[in-house]
């Protein structure tokens, strides 16, 4: 990357939209196969949900679901390699995913303290 200028990095937002090619990252941490998208998710930045819905405005999010759970400013320190771009339905559903496996993990480590 010898060509580029010395300027300040682009944000992070800009970035990360840019290595996703302006598409969703998702490859199914959501609950959805994506079967149509070949295994990824189709939304697009600037593309349509629904015809009714606004415009889908990927969001950049940790690219572990379990980092989706993290407070935001832990979040806020992960850098590029560790981020991905997210549509926001994807996004929701592999935060409430993350978070129901999280308070699952959680339960049994308590069942297994009650055992011993
Ligand atoms: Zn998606
Ligand atoms: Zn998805």
Known sequence: MTSLPPVAPLPLWDLLIHLSGGRCQCIGRCGNKHAAGQGRCEHENGGYISKRAAP????????????L????????????????????????????????????????????????
Not at 56 to 67: G, H, N, S, T, Y
Not at 83 to 104: F, G, I, N, Q, V
């Open 56 to 67: 889908i405005r990927l969001l950049v999010a940790p690219k572990d679901p379990f980092e």
């Open 69 to 116: 759970i993290l407070p935001a400013h832990q979040q806020a320190r992960l850098s590029a390699c560790d981020l991905a771009a997210w549509c926001p339905p994807c996004h929701d559903k592999a935060r409430t995913r993350a978070m129901r496996e999280h308070r699952a993990a959680l339960a049994e480590l308590h069942t297994d303290d009650a055992l011993f």
